[in-house]
């Protein structure tokens, strides 16, 4: 499942999972879907560009203007841990230090 497309039986059967872990809602905007799931499309949380997985810890249910208005995008959320953890590593320190010469945030 996380090669490839998932086909039309493991698709439904994942967006039912997301919908009993998530609720039946859209993950952005929570916009409820009807009970027969119309208009739902799974959402890479991160993009499929970043990460190729179709695994379900990485996708959301999402309507269909909100899924094309994240598109291929990182959530800003998730890009603010990545900073977060980046910028209390030594490397960063380092790179900051003021012997280098650059003008870097604080952590």
Known sequence: MSRGRP???TRNRIVQ???RRDGSRCFYCRSPFSPDMTGVTLDHYVPRALWK???QRN???ACGPCNV???A???W???A?????VRQHQLWRDACSPSVHRKCPPP
Request: a positive charge; hydrophobic letters at 60%.
């Open 69 to 71: 208005a994240k598109g």
């Open 73 to 75: 995008v990182l959530p």
């Open 77 to 79: 959320t998730v890009a």
């Open 17 to 19: 999972n997301l919908a």
């Open 53 to 55: 997985t179709w695994r």
């Open 81 to 85: 841990l990545l900073l977060r953890n």
């Open 7 to 9: 086909d039309a039986e």
């Open 59 to 61: 996708l959301v249910l």
